[in-house]
């Protein structure tokens, strides 16, 4: 009997140390940082071009209507070509970075992927691009990396994006 004592008072002790190690927590500068990427991609949306219209469109996710990619054709590249198909391979150049930053976290030339393993928001914009167009993108957090870090980026990070689709090698587009 008192070994079952004894085990809920090391059990009760144990408990209440670990609850006072909640000091580190930064669930505060988690929250504020995605209330930041969030309202940052609301006022995007609402960005006017210096024609008087909307800068960005906008493409849904079909399988999440209610997120949305934001995209900024500034090159239209072969228009009538057939985009990416889900499953198909791309090359493209890409450079990468988040809201509060001029520096790439990511950026690659002549990169190669199937559409399938990149991030949703990625895959709904290359199944839109003619080959050889380039387009500024944000992505918000939903259609990104979520609430996961990666290593160099944070849980909740809008993602801003300038895309070239180069190419989509073995693409073959039947005959009329």
């Known amino acids: 009997m008192k070994k079952i004592y004894y ?3 090391l059990l009760f002790t144990s408990l209440t140390f670990v609850s006072c190690l909640d000091d580190n927590d930064n669930s505060g500068e988690i ?4 209330l930041e990427n969030e309202n940052y991609f ?7 071009g210096e024609d008087g219209k909307k800068y ?3 493409l849904a996710s079909l399988g999440y ?18 985009p990416p198909f889900f499953t198909s391979t791309v090359n493209v150049d890409y450079s990468g970075r988040l809201i509060n930053t001029t520096e ?6 002549g990169f190669q992927s199937e ?11 290359l199944q839109n691009m003619p080959v050889g167009s380039v387009w500024q993108v944000v992505i918000p ?11 160099s980026i944070p849980a909740y990070s809008t993602l801003l994006f300038t895309i070239k689709l180069n190419s989509i090698p073995g693409l073959e587009i039947p005959a009329p």
């Open 7 to 9: 085990f809920i008072f």
């Open 31 to 34: 929250e504020a940082w995605k």
């Open 42 to 48: 609301a006022r995007m949306k609402d960005t006017i």
């Open 56 to 58: 960005y469109s906008e």
């Open 65 to 82: 209507p209610e997120y949305k990619v934001l995209y900024h054709i500034v090159d239209s590249g072969k228009v009538g070509t057939q």
């Open 104 to 109: 790439y976290f990511d950026e690659n030339y």
């Open 115 to 125: 559409v399938t393993k990149l991030i949703q928001g990625w895959q709904i914009v």
């Open 141 to 151: 957090w939903e259609l990104g990396y979520g609430a996961s870090a990666t290593s």
